[in-house]
């Protein structure tokens, strides 16, 4: 080599959140850092190497950022570090079959930021994640950082931090959509002191990643969202309640709290001010129903986490019987791009009622799987089939399920339902945390429901009875149609037990446990019917109601499915029609799954 | 302050709960896990009423709602009474043997239960008096155990509960029956440990544990010099008197 | 019946103890770091929490089995947890959980009889995208098929019994 190599000023992010690191994306980080370091003398300016939180497309991971000239790179393997580092990271080369592949034009784009999935999206709460370190507060400070929170401390009084809040129309992204500026509102109202505020980060709904990744991703800006959010309470003491399967996230915001302490951000005086607040971690114990505001707070005082009946709003008698805000992560981490760049920006943004962006956790049977976050109104369907990609394989799109098990499965004719909380509540289902799974024919709704229930029986914390007794009963009726033994009456018992254990159960897991089962019925009765009467599962997933026949006029005889079958219970010639021999098989499915030819078909139940 | 229950007007406190008031009216409104003496938990939800506060309804437990305005409240709608009898059948699918569900059983008319397969020896209604009168004695010898569905009320590692005085207050305030105290020969057994009886200085009769007498005298420093049964210690207390007098 | 090993080494507990004050608002925190320590709460650890905050046994084992986090039996070496979130769940965990049951006689919940290996369902371990999810202490796997497994597994070493020759 002759000459200065163009590699000025590059920075070389590896993404490193969990999905990456799963597939060996440490590795990467570590062998491009060995020839970093083995650089000579003769650079000016060595590259930059940084690892930072999930980008939000685990599933093209690991991920590979240069910048300044924003070359993408997907897949990425540890034998291709060699050839990065030469040619891109020293030369300034694309090497084309790393870029990220759009599915919409089936072409590689340099940078994902030209992708239709990347275009369809605004980032706010997460602005900063895949951009910077989370482990360094100077990348985080870079971008803007604790900017607010200097504007918050000295040219805001609180009260003028509530009403902007208040106006910037922000809802709370844990679940229900509570007006944010109207609880901490309320909650400076009391006058009764120590108040405390609380990040809700147990993100339970078993389908959403959304806060983890902010948590492992960005943690300076929840942390500087409350600060601000006690500043304007007048509360002292924060806790950030962090899910206990969440080792990265407890570490990352461990460490960023630390460092925001010694910056002066945290402790007493903040930034010379006369403002004094301490943040610490609380980890989960791992349980569903601890995302409930009151249960959360039982075991942060370190009891089994039972909610409580709140006739009196937590904001009045919370943590300890004081004053408490509780707020989820992301609204936390919308909080300071509110004050840094006004209300009306953020108030712009969204529909009439539901302000700013939503992050969802896009998964399922869906392409292009991954953590988007988009503008409030955007439709189910641009969300799926634009961001998303379509259905995956050659499926064809049966729901959409949001809100997790508190939440409801959307059909195919609300699909250009514009996505915000209260549109989301008129369809049975909910806005929730963000998860968002695709589901297709191969999905069978009753199971699905069948599925949320059993998940709800084993999370509820069995405190009281419509909850705790009617649960169980209604699983117990969908296990019995997922086997067979669905009996005429049994839709309307479930519809009735729904309504007294929505109305009449204690805290929310309760009362919005019956979604899931309601909505299946309201969209998907048929297929209820034709597991209950006919004895048959459509979507060919309840083994007892399911068995597999082989069309012999679509069958090629590749014999592809015989090889794969773990039962060995496929037999033919080549080229000839192949034969299931229903006796030995066992349902697993490989068989539908694998055939080219779509030969594989779904017939019902073995007579028993 | 003035609400109004089943259309009748009621006087009430700012911060009373609907229960109380209902009752002072002679409102009947059922109850299992609300104890006057003990705190409330607002888990069994049988004693749901309606609430209409500003032209808007919701369903709460009479027996925890506070009321710090105008309300007025129904305790047997249509509404409600399909519910509450929805909450009496899934009890007694849970805990059919107990004498006291038997009797709800057959006042919301619900028949013998065919669609749930149920467990005919279990008692249990969760509804945790037990454990709160354990707690309030000071003693928390049992709690829930698990949680979701198979969440029960046990001692520690489901053995005879060290810390437990055998005083039988838990079993004494269940509305079931569900907890077995036997007595013989001077003995005591609950929760599966044996206690020893002590005979009433008094009457002679055996009345209290010898842990739970410990207990009395070192933890309330009662003067009790020797056992004495509620029954004596008054007539001994009115001897005093009688001999002072 | 709960079955445990007796003798534990305790000195741990007692430093574990000393890096908290008090109070009982750490009580979560204790018992998760003695089960990352030992495994499981031992019993007599448990005694040792109920004399440093003076918190009733039956609270603590309330607590012990009212959370996920906490057990009370010894979990294997090696803790397979199966993701059995919504994503994972539609894109067939349960066939991974019944291979993982038919290659080490193991069901959920349970652990190997040498001890080597506990499984787990857990409700979504937050790595959707690479649908079905298994994690085998702290290491990762995604896009799993049950034909996978067993490689996997292999990789544990030291599996006795006769699946391998199945
Ligand atoms: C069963 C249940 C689970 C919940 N889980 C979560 C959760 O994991 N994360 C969360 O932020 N909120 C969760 N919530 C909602 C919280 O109770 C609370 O409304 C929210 O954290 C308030 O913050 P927000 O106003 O910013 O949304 C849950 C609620 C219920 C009833
Ligand atoms: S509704 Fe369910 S989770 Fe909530 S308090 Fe009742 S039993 Fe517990
Ligand atoms: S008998 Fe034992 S468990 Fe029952 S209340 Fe008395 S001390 Fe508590
Ligand atoms: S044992 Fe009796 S008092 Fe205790 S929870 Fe069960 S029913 Fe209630
Ligand atoms: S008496 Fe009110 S909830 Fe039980
Ligand atoms: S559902 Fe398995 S990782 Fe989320």
Redesign the pocket.
Known sequence: MTGTPNNSGKTVLVCCGTGCLANNSMEIYKELKKRVEALGPGFAVRPVLKTTGCNGLCEKGPIVNILPDDIFYCRVRVSDVDEIFEKTILRGEVIERLLYLDTSTGRRVRSHKESEFYRRQLKIALRNIGQIDPASIDDYIERGGYNALKKALFEMSPELVISEIERSGLR???????P?GY?WRQCKRVNSFPKYVVC?G????PGAFM?RSIMEGDPHSVIEGMIIGAYAVGSKKGFIYIRDEYSLAVRNVSKAIEDAYSRGFLGRGIMGSGFNFDVEVVRGGGA??C???TA?MASIEGRVGEPRVKYIRSTEKGLWGQPTV????E?WANVPVIIDRGADWFAAIGTDRSKGTKVFSLVGKVKNTGLIEVPMGITLREIIFDIGGGITGNGKFKAVQTGGP?GGCIPEALLDLPVDFDSLDRAGSMMG?GGMIVMDETTCMVEVARYYLKFLSEESCGKCTPCREGIRRMLEILEDICAGRGQEGDLELLLELSETVKEASL???GK?APNPVLTTIKYFESEYLAHIRDKRCPAGVCRKLTSYRINTDLCRGCGLCAKKCPAGAISGKPGAPHIIDVSSCIVCGTCREVCRFNAVEVIGGRSE | MRVIIDGKECEAGYGEYILDVARRNGIHIPTLCHSGALPGQGSCRLCIVEVAEAGKKKVVVSCLYPITGEIEVTTNSERIYRMRRNIVRLLAARAPSGEFIKKLREEYGIPEETRFKVDEKEKCILCGLCVRACEEIGLSAISTVNRGTTKKVAPPFEEPPEDCIGCASCAYVCPTGAIEVQEFEGKRVIWNRAFELLKCAGCGRYFITRQQYEYIKNKHGIDMKEPLCDRCRQKSTAEKLIHLL | MIQEKRGEDLSQVKSILDRYPRERRFLLAILQDIQKTYNYLPREALNEVRDYLGIPLSSLYSMATFYKALSLKPKGTYVIKVCDGTACHIRGSMDLIDEIRKLLSVSPGEVTKDGRFSLETVNCVGSCALAPVMVINDKYYGNLKPAMVKEILAGYGGIRGDWDTK
């Not at chain 1, 509780?326 to 992560?329: F, I, K, M, P, Q």
């Open positions: 709370g992204r844990g679940g229900a959509g509570f944010t609880k809700n147990d993100e339970g709904d806060d569903f129903v995302g409930e505001s959360l509780l707020n989820n992560v609204t508190s945390s805290c929310g897991l919005t």
